[in-house]
């Protein structure tokens, strides 16, 4: 199914992927740098959503996350279909590398994609432990995006499968972001799910960008109150490029604001 080049050419005549508002989220300060130029996206997806209220496709940026699981990727190709930014796995934890991250990362490099590394936050460490082991394994880029911090609950880890309490939660991703924000120069971007968000109010950490999953709402009716700079509405996209099932992801802001988009 393919409909977002569509999607795209059609919202582009009423100013497509405008967002919420002309800056993307709450705290991301655009800078003046200039970008590559936004190709519109050709995806497709296993199992398209219908949507009833504000559609993927009004946005006109698009990116992908991806790790392991996606063990080989054209990021030429990947490129050429409207991949505009990638968000690669690269730790879990304060031991777990992702066997892709450095394939991943200097192939999105070779192509132009904007990289970001993301971390998958483990309950059973220190937020500073954590920290310690993404600054370890992942290089400054200035050219790229920010760091995330994936953080979800996980009741299928077969090592740690807690929940703290959601004070505990805040202060331990407090910690993270401060140590990255001070190895890194930029302020994370936070990654969550609505259940957790509901749980522990993660969304009210100061000065966090949101990266939010919801793919049967747009982001504005699932977390009303919250500010967003990405929004992953699909984990089973079809992309040129990608062999098997991908997440998607849009930019909450325009093209033009997209290439300003510092982090």
């Not at 400054?140 to 920010?146: A, F, H, K, M, N």
Request: net charge neutral.
């Amino acid at each position: 199914m393919r409909w977002m080049a569509l999607a795209c050419v059609v919202a582009a005549l009423s100013g497509c992927g405008g967002g919420d508002r002309p800056a993307a989220g709450r705290g991301g300060g655009e800078v003046a740098v200039t970008r590559g130029a936004v190709r519109s996206p050709d995806f497709g997806d296993a199992r398209p959503h219908d949507w009833s209220g504000r559609h993927p496709g009004a946005y006109a940026v698009h990116g992908i996350d991806v790790s392991r699981w996606q063990p080989e990727v054209d990021w030429h190709r990947a490129s050429a279909s409207g991949v505009s930014f990638a968000f690669i796995k690269a730790t879990e934890g304060a031991e777990d590398l992702d066997p892709r991250f450095e394939a991943h990362w200097a192939g999105a490099g070779r192509a132009g994609v904007r990289r970001g590394a993301y971390h998958v936050f483990y309950f059973c460490r220190s937020g500073a432990d954590q920290a310690r082991w993404f600054i370890r394994n992942v290089p400054r880029d200035p050219g790229g995006l920010p760091p995330v911090l994936d953080i979800e609950w996980n009741p299928f880890s077969p090592t740690c499968a807690i929940r703290p309490p959601a004070a505990d939660v805040r202060r331990e991703a407090q910690d993270f972001i401060n140590l990255l924000t001070q190895h890194y120069h930029r302020t994370p971007v936070l990654y969550t799910t609505v259940d957790f968000e509901r749980d522990t109010g993660i969304g009210s950490l100061p000065g966090v960008r949101l990266w939010l999953r919801s793919v049967a709402g747009h982001p504005s009716e699932v977390y009303p109150g919250r500010d967003w700079t990405f929004w992953q509405y699909t984990s089973t996209g079809l992309v040129p490029g990608v062999q098997g099932k991908v997440d998607i992801n849009a930019f909450a802001g325009s093209a033009e604001a997209w290439q300003r988009w510092g982090g």
